[in-house]
């Protein structure tokens, strides 16, 4: 098992869910963080929770110039970035692709997809010049397994998917790696902000099931990035016990 203790993860969509577990969970190690995302607020009472230093970036991840010049002017000790997450994501929406708004649609492949690749690109030029580095994308087992309304929201996942195997190959030689996780149902404010706030139906995805909750994926990627440093997980799907292969095959008590 490497150890976090000194080295510098940036963590994207931090203010919540599956990124303020992993903030919480890297701090525990004795990492440095760099934590990113829209809501400032979140990200300062974030930091001031975390006991370990932190450097806050309001970013949002769409904007390919506010990504450049934020990261580019990274302070130090911050500027070397050992671990890079890129959380940041959504989904919107379950229409049929007949009736689902262009809107959502460019929403989801601007963050999902052109998001990803911005802060990728941005980081991943130091991280092959130190020759060492690890950067997990947040995928989706809905880059695998289709759903109705999943459409775009899963067209994005497969692309994180093949993006990180891609990299991986042109990678090889490095010690840089790449790792996917693709979580099943896991309950953050993900469905909330997919319903745009209905609590109620957002409840209802997880009703009668035992889901995920954003610990365990945090967990899961702790593991990824301390496997020694010739060991390369290459992608990572996980489910609920309750869920099988699919959103809408979930066994509910």
Not at 234 to 247: C, L, R, S, T
Request: hydrophobic share 45%; with cysteine.
């Amino acid at each position: 098992m490497q150890s976090l203790q000194g080295r510098t993860a940036l963590i994207t969509g931090a203010g919540a869910g599956i990124g303020e577990a992993c903030a919480l969970l890297f701090a525990k190690e004795g990492a440095r963080l760099v934590l990113t995302g829209r809501r400032r607020d979140r990200l300062e009472a974030l930091a001031a929770k975390v006991g370990v230093p932190s450097h806050i970036v309001e970013l949002d991840v769409r904007s390919r110039s506010g990504v450049e010049s934020a990261l580019a002017a990274l302070p130090a000790p911050f500027a070397e970035v050992d671990i890079l997450v890129n959380n940041a994501g959504l989904g919107l929406g379950l229409e049929p692709a007949q009736s689902a708004s262009m809107d959502d649609w460019e929403t989801m492949i601007d963050t999902n997809c052109k998001g990803l690749v911005y802060v990728t690109r941005a980081l991943l030029p130091g991280m092959v010049q130190r020759n060492r580095g690890h950067i997990v994308n947040m995928g989706s087992i809905a880059g695998t397994f289709p759903y109705p309304g999943g459409n775009v929201y899963g067209a994005t996942k497969a692309f994180v998917h093949q993006f990180s195997q891609n990299l991986k190959s042109d990678l090889v030689g490095t010690r840089v790696r790449v790792t996917d996780v693709e979580p099943g149902m896991v309950e953050t404010e993900f469905s909330i902000v997919r319903f745009r706030g209905d609590a109620e139906r957002a409840n209802k995805v997880y009703e009668g099931m035992e889901p995920l909750v954003a610990a365990d994926i945090a967990d899961i990627i702790l593991f990824c990035v301390t496997r020694p440093a010739h060991v390369n997980l290459n992608v990572v799907e996980v489910m609920p016990a309750d869920q099988g292969f699919g959103p809408t095959l979930v066994k509910r008590r």
